[in-house]
């Protein structure tokens, strides 16, 4: 049974950077594209960035050139690291596999970005 656990979210400046973890237990991590989803208060929750089994990557209009996803398939380990953050980016951040598999969603980890 795959486990995914979020952490690194916090309360952040507009500007400012955070990096996130999403630590996956289970075999089949490394042969998958993994993504971060996000969802904000009262909205539908939306992919932000994947990145497939090579490492090749793909981002959502609103954060390319400020995210950055990467992932340790020895660590069993995806990152999201934000840079530029905007208040719009406040939500709670979750990993899953790509397309998204119901069972594999966790907790997420919450970004707040004051203005």
């Known amino acids: 049974q795959v486990q995914l656990v979020e952490s690194g979210g916090g309360l952040v400046q507009a500007g400012g950077s955070l990096t996130l ?3 996956a237990s289970g075999s089949v991590f490394s042969s998958r594209t993994m ?3 996000r969802q904000a208060p009262g909205r539908q ?3 932000v960035a994947t990145i497939t ?6 981002y959502a ?7 950055t996803i990467s992932r340790d398939n020895a660590k069993n380990t995806v ?8 208040p719009e980016d406040t939500a709670v951040y979750y990993c899953n596999a790509l397309p998204p598999t119901s069972n ?3 907790q997420g ?4 970005v004051s203005s």
């Open 21 to 23: 973890s999403c630590a």
């Open 35 to 37: 993504g971060w989803y």
């Open 45 to 47: 929750r939306n992919l």
């Open 53 to 58: 089994s090579g490492s090749s990557t793909n």
């Open 61 to 67: 209009g609103s954060v390319k050139g400020r995210f």
């Open 79 to 86: 990152y999201l690291q934000m840079t530029s953050l905007k």
């Open 104 to 106: 594999y969603w966790g």
């Open 109 to 112: 980890t919450r970004v707040t």
